[in-house]
């Protein structure tokens, strides 16, 4: 029990800083925030943090081996990441004004409030068609975690870095859905979706970039 706990508290400590870098799924939760408020936000947060089960799960299968030891199958995910990352960035480009309500944190109208599916499935696939996540989980996995540790301890490890994504979004969604920080937005909406765009976008070509080591 005793060098399990010290292999959850290693992942962890490495987790933490990849958690905490501004990638596609922050930008994501950051959206989702202002534009479409704190329902949506947390929702789409507990997309990204049940995606991160679906990478932990090949990873330990041993899939995320062949997936980053194959151009092929490393670019058919490369390449569907892109496609999703700017595909999200033109729609958010092509936004609308969106009214926010700083007093409520919902965004949105209820006849207009974005659904719990998409609100979740926009962060599940954001997280799920990243294929950075193959090396980061197979590289922390195959040097933290010993090869004989218990496959059932294995994903008990992968639910509480899951756990832990899903509350610092939250967090985040929480946060950003204050009525002070909603009032500070609430002018800059048409802006907020276009910079998004752009951030999208610019991630996808720098997926796009991305080569299997």
Known sequence: MHTYLIELASLMAIFFFGIISPGADFAMVLRQSIVHGRRSAVITSFGIGTSLMVHVSYTILGLGLIISQS???????????????????????????TEIDPGMGTGLTPAKRQSAPKAFGLGFMANVLNPKAVFFFLSIFSTVVNAHT?????????????????LWFVGVSLFMTTPRMRAAFSRASQWIDRISGVVFIGLGIKLATERAV
Do not use: D, E, T
Not at 74 to 86: D, P, R, S
Not at 150 to 166: C, D, H, N
């Open 71 to 97: 151009i092929y199958l490393f670019n058919i995910v490369k390449w569907c990441g892109v496609a999703y990352l700017v595909y999200i960035g033109i729609k958010a480009l092509r936004a609308g004004k």
């Open 150 to 166: 218990p496959m059932v301890v294995k994903f008990g490890y992968g639910l509480v870095m899951a756990a832990s994504l899903i």
